[in-house]
């Protein structure tokens, strides 16, 4: 069974920094694309970034240029490196894979950026 373990959430002030991690367990993590999705209270849940397992990336045009998204397979670990923060960042972040038909999903982890 796959197990995602998120952490790195907290406040932080509009333009700060916030590194957040999943770590995997139960799964063949590098064989497998990995990504961060978030959800805003009142909105749905949306695609934030993307690492396959050959490393190619993409992003959501809200986040290009301010986010990273990396793995570390030996690890089994993918980091969101989220840079320049805006007060529209807020959500709850939760790492994701799909293993069809099955989507498995982490606990998620607060992120507040306000002044």
């Known amino acids: 069974q796959v197990r995602f373990v998120e952490s790195g959430g907290g406040l932080v002030q509009p333009g700060g920094s916030l590194r957040l991690s999943c770590a995997a367990s139960g799964t063949i993590f590098s064989a497998y694309a990995m990504d961060w999705y978030r959800q805003a209270p009142g909105k749905q849940r949306e695609l934030v970034a993307a690492i396959q397992s050959s490393g190619n990336t993409n992003y959501a045009d809200s986040v290009k240029g301010r986010f990273t998204i990396s793995r570390d397979n030996a690890k089994n670990t993918v980091y969101l490196q989220m840079n320049s923060l805006k007060p529209e960042d807020t959500a709850v972040y939760y790492c994701?894979?799909?293993?069809?038909?099955?989507?498995?999903w982490g606990q998620g982890t607060q992120v507040t950026v306000s002044s």
């Open positions: 994701h894979t799909r293993r069809a038909p099955y989507d498995y």
